[in-house]
């Protein structure tokens, strides 16, 4: 049999002042491990925390492009492009444009911009004119694609860009006359010595005139366009257009100005029909724009 030792043994003081420290080691033992086993994650930042408010990180969409001030400037830059390929009657289409409806859908800018860069915007426009106007073909309405940039700041200017689709039409603008009655028979034949009435005065037309004078046509290409009021308008246009380039022009964009232009003239008389010298037109338009926007990789004209 194994001998118990008498509880007496165990309450020595050397043994007594074991036992504490023991019973203390044990303790700090347990309080580390229990801090030790504890969740891992409790000192990391949530993921609301990290992320931040959601608005913080997405930026304010761009509303410059749908402005009703930028929509308001583009119908009056419209109405004054079609009069710039008119050659005439600014201040008239200027007073029509007040009375004009434009409506413009799916407007969004090109791409993201901050409100200190420019916008470039495009979209679907609608433009309505006033009772009594229509243009070439009877049309009440025209539509079309169309480009515009608004300039960064509290006022940021509007310039127009691609419009040919409404603004060629618009420089056809007519008066929508109803046509005469008939006069009334006569009560008694005429009088066959009486002379004879005068005729009214002839009007000029107002088809869109061409950049160059068509008495001094002498090109199969030339006289394609005096004799087509839409090609005359594309002609105008696309002057306009390439006088302006050539006053913002560098002299290397200068020099590449004059060179395509040339080529762009005799491409456009060998055209054997109305629609290829429309396409040459369209084309040189956009050569322009590439041109000044040093993105000019060169153009191959088609029939």
């Given at each position: ?26 303790i700090l033992v347990a309080s ?86 420019s916008a470039e915007c495009r ?9 009594g106007l229509k243009v070439a ?167």
């Amino acid at each position: 049999m194994i001998a118990l030792r008498p509880l007496s043994l165990f309450c020595t003081p050397r043994v007594a002042s074991r036992m504490r420290t023991s019973s203390v080691a044990l303790i700090l033992v347990a309080s580390l491990a229990l801090h030790a086993c504890g969740p891992r994650d409790q000192d990391k930042l949530g993921e609301n925390e990290l992320a931040g408010p959601k608005e913080a990180r997405k930026a304010a969409p761009d509303t410059r492009c749908a402005a009703q001030g930028a929509q308001d400037e583009v119908k009056r830059q419209l109405f004054a492009r079609a009069a710039e390929i008119r050659g005439a009657n600014s201040d008239a289409y200027a007073r029509i444009a007040g009375f004009a409806l434009l409506q413009l859908d799916g407007v969004a800018p090109d791409i993201g911009a901050a409100a200190s860069q420019s916008a470039e915007c495009r979209a679907r426009a609608t433009l309505r004119l006033p009772p009594g106007l229509k243009v070439a073909g009877g049309r009440t309405t025209v539509g079309g694609g169309i480009s515009y940039s608004i300039a960064p700041g509290a006022r940021g200017a509007v310039t127009l860009g691609q419009s040919d689709a409404i603004a060629i039409p618009l420089a056809t603008l007519t008066q929508n006359r109803p046509a005469p009655e008939p006069a009334p028979e006569p009560d008694e034949a005429p009088d066959p010595l009486a002379p004879e009435p005068t005729p009214p005065p002839e009007t000029s037309s107002n088809a869109a005139r061409p950049s160059f004078n068509c008495r001094s046509a002498s090109t199969q290409g030339e006289r394609a366009v005096c004799d087509n009021p839409t090609l005359a308008a594309l002609d105008r246009t696309m002057a306009a257009q390439y006088r302006g380039a050539q006053a913002r022009a560098d002299s290397s964009q200068r020099q590449l100005l004059l060179e395509t232009r040339d080529r762009f003239l005799g491409f456009r008389d060998r055209c054997p029909s109305d629609s290829c010298i429309d396409r040459a037109y369209r084309g040189r338009m956009r050569e322009i724009d590439d041109i000044m926007a040093d993105r000019w990789k060169g153009r191959i004209y088609r029939n």
